[in-house]
């Protein structure tokens, strides 16, 4: 029997059948191979030694500067580890959404990115940015719902070469594309985007002024660029041990340099040169609404269980059978452990409300 075959079969048996076009999604018995892509080095434990040595807090300050000065690393290992994971479990669209009782995940999801989309006033044969694209699910999306050409920067080559693939199958490839490069220094000229979003992706970036500035130069005066940004709320305090701890949590779950509160967000944001057109907190834990964790954190739907503890931890444990078995390569253990220490710390987060994976901000290029 075919070792992938049987990675495949294995891993559909505890993740459940509806997965997000889960008929798209790669192989977890291959996560090796993007190193074909990338250049890594062909080693996907010694990729998960590298990527854990850049949070060792013992190092202080120091640990986090270095954090900072090699991010393109960090990231790139990151998303080099997780991408086949977080296809499998969650879909094309690496980010949450607060939804309505009754509604899909999969709805509330498409929603939220229609929402920010309509913020940018764009319509068909305009050119929008997507800063820090992923694999193009919500590109492919917004292209859907504008009509507008989208252009995707992203540093890492595996999830480029997956979005291609995607953009094909979803017969978008000359409305959507993807561009390798650093999004804090991109190869575009000014002034030549109708406008740019981010969803959850500029959170990487070292120096949130500087990435702000970057979607500025580069966008038309008058254009708009709305985000969804991670960020630390004002229910987190700096002296409490716990809340630092789920804190430290999230970071090296989901490769981050220290998070900035809203108000730094904020205040970068205008640093950057942007109008402020609209900006709050866009998580809803209102009544009727399911928290944008919830599905981290429980439920039991058939479509919805892979997400929750359990679910992660029959996938977890069915990794570490794979791994054994030679299935799949030393280092998917690793990888999935990952996912399951920030799945953990983001739902601790959601809980005490002292973070939001959705601070909404809409800002204007000034016209001249």
Not at 104 to 114: D, K, N, R, T
Not at 122 to 140: A, E, S, T, Y
Not at 182 to 209: K, M, Q, V
Not at 210 to 215: G, M, P, R, S, T
Request: glycine share 10%; net charge negative.
């Amino acid at each position: 029997i075919n070792a992938e075959y049987m990675g495949d079969f294995l891993l559909h048996a505890v993740m459940a059948t509806n997965a997000p076009e889960k008929a798209d999604a790669p192989s977890i018995a291959a996560i090796g191979k993007w190193d074909s892509i990338s250049k890594t080095g062909g080693d996907v434990q010694q990729v998960a030694d590298d990527y854990s040595k850049y949070f060792d807090r013992s190092k202080g300050e120091e640990g986090i500067a270095e954090r900072k000065a090699n991010y393109k690393t960090v990231v790139n290992h990151y998303y080099d580890l997780v991408t086949d994971f977080y296809e499998y479990g969650w879909g094309q669209a690496f980010h949450f959404a607060s939804r309505k009782e009754g509604q899909s995940f999969e709805e509330s999801i498409v929603l939220h990115e229609q929402r920010l989309a309509d913020f940018l006033k764009v319509g068909k044969g305009q050119r929008i940015l997507d800063v820090g694209c992923g694999v193009g699910g919500p590109m492919r999306a917004i292209a859907r719902h504008t009509g507008a050409n989208i252009t995707g920067i992203n540093n890492n080559a595996y999830q480029l070469a997956r979005l291609d693939m995607h953009n094909t199958k979803g017969g978008l490839l000359g409305q959507c594309e993807g561009v390798k490069g650093d999004f804090l220094h991109t190869p575009f000229e000014d002034n030549i985007f109708d406008g740019a979003y981010s969803i959850e992706a500029t959170c990487h970036s070292p120096d949130r002024r500087a990435i702000y500035a970057e979607v500025l130069r580069v966008i038309k005066p008058g254009s708009y660029f709305a985000m969804y940004e991670w960020c630390m709320t004002d229910k987190y305090d700096p002296a409490n041990a716990e809340h630092n701890e789920i804190k430290h949590g999230v970071e090296i779950g989901d490769a981050l340099p220290p998070i900035a509160t809203c108000r730094e967000t904020l205040q970068a944001f205008k640093d950057a040169g942007f109008e402020v057109v609209f900006e709050k907190d866009a998580a809803d834990n209102s009544q009727g609404m399911i928290p944008w964790y919830a599905t981290l954190a429980g439920g039991w739907s058939l479509s919805g269980f892979r997400m929750t503890w359990l679910g992660r931890t029959l996938t977890h444990n069915m990794c570490r059978v794979m791994e054994f078995m030679r299935i799949a390569p030393q280092g998917t253990v690793a990888a999935s452990q990952l996912l399951m220490n920030a799945a953990d710390s983001l739902v601790a987060s959601g809980r005490t409300e002292i973070f939001t994976p959705m601070y909404l901000v809409v800002g204007r290029k000034p016209l001249a």
